[in-house]
């Protein structure tokens, strides 16, 4: 198994910056394309930001040019680095990724639980 847990949430002002990590543990033979989504109650999950193995982005069209996405493939962790926030940014922000237990297994795609960021003056 592999867990995901995200930290970075919290509260900002409007154009302020936020980093958000997730960091994957557990039983991992390799881990493929991870990514942030993000939801608001009431709202479908929306996808964020993803990025490959090889450092290949991929970003939703209302956070390029203000997020980067990020990943530390010895550390099994990836980041989103969110500047310029604005208050529709207000979500819990979720990491997925794509993993191997074993060289033989097959794919699976794992969640974390979220972490929280808030903007409001």
């Known amino acids: 198994q592999v867990q995901l847990v995200e930290s970075g949430g919290g509260l900002v002002q409007p154009g302020g910056s936020l980093r958000l990590s997730c960091k994957a543990s557990?039983?991992?033979?390799?881990?493929?394309?991870m990514g942030w989504y993000r939801q608001v109650p009431g709202k479908e999950r929306e996808l964020v930001a993803t990025?490959?193995?090889?450092?290949?982005?991929s970003y939703t069209d209302s956070v390029k040019g203000r997020f980067t996405i990020s990943r530390d493939n010895a550390k099994n962790t990836v980041y989103l680095q969110m500047n310029s926030l604005k208050p529709e940014d207000t979500a819990v922000y979720i990491c997925?990724?794509?993993?191997?237990?074993?060289?033989?297994?097959?794919?699976?795609?794992?969640w974390g639980e979220g972490t929280l960021v808030t903007v409001s003056s």
């Open positions: 557990g039983s991992i033979f390799s881990i493929g394309i």
């Open positions: 990025i490959s193995p090889s450092n290949r982005t």
């Open positions: 997925n990724t794509d993993a191997r237990t074993t060289v033989a297994s097959r794919v699976v795609n794992y």
